[in-house]
């Protein structure tokens, strides 16, 4: 089957760094998305990683590990809008976007 | 600006009368997916058009239909809400499918309360 693996909640402090882990497994694999999602409102997309390695976008990065079926997206210098749920979304050989339930991220003063 | 726009924003209705959530866009974009979304859940595909070749998820019920008369506009029709309809429903484009050009844009959502 089919199955995206991350936290459901995590707490960081205002300023800090905060790495989400996300595991996955599809039938086949053509990318991973991770998008933001303020409560009540629609996802935004942040990243994409096909290659494995890091990719970095300023206030935050993104790996991917193909081989260990592995992502994370790390979160620089926390501030309290970034307080949301990620959501770990993979792509199937259909180019279909298989989600991740979130993790809601908590950022405090 | 280029958008995904969905209407209505929040919708309630009872138990068993039929309901219709729009979407419009102005992306241009091939590709328009509906998405449920339950509290705290992943969301979930119902179906999506690719130009006007409609693919419903295998597990989508029935109760769940859609209709894209045009590039810019879906529909999705709830003809007999139950209780467990209550969610979230996401509109999302995409401009093709394949690597690097699914990335999703989604509209604010329409959610639906059944009394």
């Known amino acids: 089957g089919q199955n995206i693996d991350q936290p459901t909640e995590m707490t960081a402090t205002e300023g800090a760094i905060v790495q989400i882990n996300c595991t996955y497994q599809?039938?086949?694999?053509?990318?991973l998305f991770w998008y933001q999602q303020h409560a009540g409102e629609a996802p935004t997309f942040l990243s994409y990683?096909?290659?494995?390695g890091l990719e970095e976008k300023g206030c935050f990065s993104s790996f991917l590990s193909r081989s260990k079926g592995y992502s994370y997206i790390l979160l620089k210098e926390l501030q309290m809008k970034d307080s949301a749920s990620y959501l770990c979304?993979?792509?199937?050989?259909?180019?279909?976007?298989?989600f991740g339930s979130g993790t809601r991220l908590l950022v405090r003063p | 600006d280029a958008m995904v726009i969905q209407n209505p924003r929040y919708q309630v209705t009872q138990f068993g009368k039929p309901v219709t959530l729009s979407c419009s866009q102005t992306?241009?974009?091939?590709?328009m997916y509906w998405y449920q979304q339950k509290s705290s859940q992943a969301p979930k595909l119902l179906f999506h058009?690719?130009?006007?070749?409609?693919?419903n998820e295998a597990d989508t019920p029935d109760n769940f239909q859609s209709r894209r008369p045009n590039t810019s506009f879906c529909f999705l029709d709830i003809r007999s809400p139950g209780l467990g309809d209550a969610a979230m429903y996401l509109c999302?484009?995409?401009?093709?499918?394949?690597?690097?050009?699914?990335?999703?844009?989604f509209g604010a959502g329409s959610r639906l309360t059944v009394l």
């Open positions: 999302a484009t995409s401009r093709d499918q394949g690597t690097g050009a699914n990335v999703l844009t």
């Open positions: 979304a993979a792509m199937d050989s259909s180019y279909k976007l298989i």
């Open positions: 990683n096909v290659l494995d």
């Open positions: 599809t039938s086949g694999f053509n990318g």
């Open positions: 992306l241009n974009h091939n590709v």
């Open positions: 058009y690719y130009d006007k070749d409609f693919n």
